[in-house]
């Protein structure tokens, strides 16, 4: 038979449909919009300008929400609309910082829109269409597919609407989609969270997504309810929260004669972050839900490609024959790398076919970038440093010590409370089971108390957990009294009773 040449076609609807198949969640949707927003960013005299870029959340009923992003960037002209952007594979003439496929604008409408089942409106307004006027946007609405439309007829009108602070904006873009909630709720899983939630957990993934852009960029986030008042929110950049100094190792890899560099960075886990107390103290979205937990699932490495966080969490991939043991839950990291390496189409990960990344998960492997175990004096530290933050925030009037010595210093409490009258909290921790010699090592710390005439008001023996042995001794002891006559108060408890998730 001879060679027969054939075409094929695209089904529009089938494709698009197709493209919102992706194991790709809300945020994950969004952040490329947002990646778009920051690669617009207006160039003067060589640099980027700083930008802000608005997001609006409005709840319209039980099954969905309108979502819009806006940007005060460069816009796209209309050449670029109707020839490259909404092709699959087809960028602008000016590509930016983040965009490095064709699409990224395309796998976001189609997931948005539930695969092509709503439908997205997008104005813009670039300096390039010389004939609009100044309150004259362009205007394209979808659904995606193989034939569209774009109108030059929406008003600055249009153009404000959803918008807190860029609605004077002279060029730029606002996308409008409604989404059902389906999708939107992918943003955190657990339980069956409300609007309020939700924003806050997206601020948790735009503030980690965008750490390195938040620095002198900004996103506003406002959101409405049901009939409710609208809340406004500023996303603050998350950083990696490191306990203490982290290791920072800058190296060269040469693959195929090439030179490439990353940055890597490696710690321990701070766990205040996730501490209820955390959102006075470093405000929203705090405490953290989804990010830097301190567990199996969520210990490794961020990698960061262009300044942007694409992906969070990995272990295995580098260090496979120590994953799954609990000794680094709290090994936390970044590597950071730049342009050179290229990552998947939908922004999730490194490309797996690229040799450079290759090489470099091998050199990852090198004993220098080792992950280090967290010794159980290290837990106990931290469990006794989380501990006693907590404390101060139940007992704000109380003294709250750690390491107090008694008996001429051959005993150690590890944290003592001191109200001067009604709470004097003598705390004894544990990351271990619970042995009747620690319950011992309390009461010595509260008999050396009571030697320097300070009478505690209740001891607390703090245990990962503890045996009916253990309890019964405790039991025991609170049948005693001191050496002044009062009797003892012990009480047994467990970690995860005191300290919520640790
Ligand atoms: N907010 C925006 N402002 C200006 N240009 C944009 C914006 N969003 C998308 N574009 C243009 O659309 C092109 C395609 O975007 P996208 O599909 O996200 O590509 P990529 O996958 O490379 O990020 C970009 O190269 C850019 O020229
Ligand atoms: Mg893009």
Redesign the pocket.
Known sequence: MPTVPFTTTLDPVLYFQGLARQELDFHAALG?LV???FS?REEKFGTLLNTTIEINIVQLDEGSVRVTIA?P????PYK?ITER?FNLG???A???Q?????????NALALLTGGNATTFELLTRSAVDAHLGPDQFLRVNGPLSTTMNVEDSATRNDWEKGLTVLGSAATG?KISVVVPWKYFRTIYRRGTPGLDVLVTRLGEHLGVMHRYFLKENKIRISYQGLGGDTIHRVVQPIEIPFEGEEKTITRDIVVNGKVHKFVYRRGTLDYSVKDPEAEEEKGWPYPLRSYYQGSNARCGVDFVVRDRVIKTSVFEEIWPEIAKTVDFNRFIGELRVGNDFRTTNNKTGLDPHADNWEQLLKALGDVEFRPEKATRSDSEKSLRDRLVHILKGTFPAASVVHERKVWAGSVAIDIFVDDGETNRRVYELKVTSGRVLDLYQLLAGWDGLVREGIQPTVGILVVKEYSQTLLDATTEANTRKDAKGVPYNIELRTIDALVPSL
């Open positions: 490329e990646d778009n927003a617009a940007d960037g460069i816009g796209i670029d952007v087809g960028q602008g000016s590509r930016g983040l965009n490095e496929h064709g699409f990224g604008l395309k873009t």
